[in-house]
């Protein structure tokens, strides 16, 4: 049986990099494996923005999208009200044990390590959206 949160369609904001694409890929397999309403922007500050209009039930967003980069979203979200818990998945090509100390203390939800594929990407959402964390190891 699946849980509220695999099942219950959820608001999941994506802040992605002009040049990365995977953040169509995430949307794609929310949508299409969960149901969920993705918003898709591009750059931190569009991010950052979005949030403050319509608080989402999930971020996701790439590590090196600027204005601000991943880590600094998640401080900047974790000192705003009513999304200092919100579920932040940070995803990027560095690898877990260099970057998991950064995100940690940031306030990251989750890490998705490049390339990943739907499995983890759902993983991730469903365990964030439970209250949960998702840090692969390097071997993920």
């Not at 922007?41 to 949030?51: E, F, R, T």
């Not at 995803?91 to 490049?114: M, V």
């Amino acid at each position: 049986m699946c849980s509220d949160s695999q099942t219950s369609q959820s608001h999941v904001l994506i802040i992605d990099y002009w040049e990365n694409m995977l953040g169509e890929l995430v949307a794609l397999v929310l949508q299409r494996k969960r149901g969920d309403r993705t918003y898709l922007v591009v750059g931190g500050d569009k991010g950052l923005q979005a949030v403050q209009e319509e608080p989402p039930d999930a971020v996701f967003i790439y590590l090196w999208a600027h204005d601000p980069d991943g880590l600094d979203f998640c401080r900047q979200i974790r000192k705003m009200p009513r999304t200092e818990h919100l579920p932040v998945i940070v995803w990027g090509a560095k690898a877990p044990s260099e970057i998991y100390p950064e995100l940690r203390d940031a306030g990251a939800t989750g890490y998705l390590y490049q390339p990943c594929g739907p499995d983890e990407i759902l993983a991730a959402r469903d365990i964030a959206l439970k209250g949960g964390t998702y840090f692969p190891s390097d071997e993920s």
